[in-house]
């Protein structure tokens, strides 16, 4: 039970995460609106870690399991925010839909938790051409819409790669504990990174942009976060990461009634397909032995 509930509340708290992202830029530049959040998450993850009575971990496999996890809160994250100001946020969400085919193959060659069927196959041709119209709809009415397009799939990627690592780390941390570490050692990188972009607060900021930035640090990074290292630590990556072949249909809804984000026909029909192929990927036993017994009825007749 506990489980479906930390499940079903990472799904609600991601769907509002790209909106949350797209407000918290407004009068903040995308590296000042990013490197708050996280530095703000940071410090307010060790009063929840003393609260928790859970010491950071320091040791070996700790860091590796902390310089895993950036790579999704680092580069994944630099990613999006560079990528979300040339696309909505709906759109960002179902690109990250593709993170559980991502996961899966990622997983195949490095945990062995995958297998490669024609059936996986076929679902992934499906989603492919359901991106290619989400895209192509997309960069029909922005000439500067494959600028985020290009900045959510790296995104992806990095997001991908991260919950396989912190799989194959196995470091046994509390989800808490992988949290603060995470977050502190991503907030190294920022740091460095920091004379590249700067800090730039401006004297007249936004009551939405600080209500955006609220909501990422507590609950899209201490909440969210700390609830996805903790179902990632009994499940599989992959299996994980279907929460964002879910969200996507929410993320769309609060797009659409609190930003006034629109999409053409033919781009829904896209985020569809897109869907549908995931899904085909992620529930493929079911569909593999109906495509064998169909097959084998073909040869024998």
């Known amino acids: 039970m506990v489980m479906i509930l930390a499940y079903l509340t990472v799904i609600l708290i991601w769907s509002g995460t790209p909106l949350a992202i797209q407000l918290s830029q407004q009068g903040l ?5 990013l490197v708050l959040r996280m530095w703000l998450a940071a410090l307010l993850s060790l009063p929840v870690l003393w609260l928790l009575r859970q ?8 860091l590796m399991s902390y310089l895993a996890g950036s790579v999704g809160v680092y580069g994944a994250m630099l990613s999006v925010y560079w990528g979300s100001l040339f696309i909505p946020s709906g759109l ?7 993170s559980p085919m991502l996961s899966g193959a ?3 060659f490095w945990l062995k938790e995958r297998e490669l069927t024609p059936v996986r196959l076929m679902a992934l041709l499906l989603a492919l051409a359901g991106l ?7 960069t029909a009415i922005d000439g500067d819409a494959w600028r985020g397009i290009v900045g959510t799939l790296l995104s992806v990627f990095f997001f991908a790669w991260s919950a396989v690592w912190v799989k194959k780390t196995n470091a046994g941390l509390h989800p808490m504990v992988q949290t603060s570490g995470t977050l502190w050692f991503s907030s ?3 740091l460095i990174t920091l004379p590249i972009f700067g800090i730039h607060i401006p004297d007249d900021w936004s009551l939405t942009s600080q209500l955006g930035l609220s909501y990422l ?5 201490i909440v969210g976060f700390m609830l996805y290292f903790y179902i990632l630590k009994y499940l599989s990556a992959a299996r994980v990461t279907l929460i964002t072949l879910i969200s996507p249909v929410l993320a769309l809804t609060w797009g659409n009634l609190l930003n006034d984000e629109s999409f053409q026909l033919v781009a829904l029909k896209g985020a569809a397909l897109l869907l549908v192929g995931l899904g085909l990927y992620q529930w493929n036993p079911s569909f593999h032995r109906v495509f064998k017994k169909t ?7």
């Not at 960002?92 to 593709?98: E, K, R, T």
């Open 295 to 301: 097959l084998k009825r073909k040869i024998l007749n």
């Open 55 to 62: 010491p950071l971990a320091l040791h070996k496999a700790a």
């Open 188 to 190: 190294l990188l920022y």
């Open 132 to 138: 290619a119209l989400v895209v192509s709809a997309r």
């Open 217 to 221: 640090v507590v609950l899209g990074s």
């Open 106 to 108: 990622i997983a195949y």
């Open 92 to 98: 960002i969400s179902v690109m990250y839909g593709l």
């Open 29 to 33: 530049d995308f590296y000042t609106a």
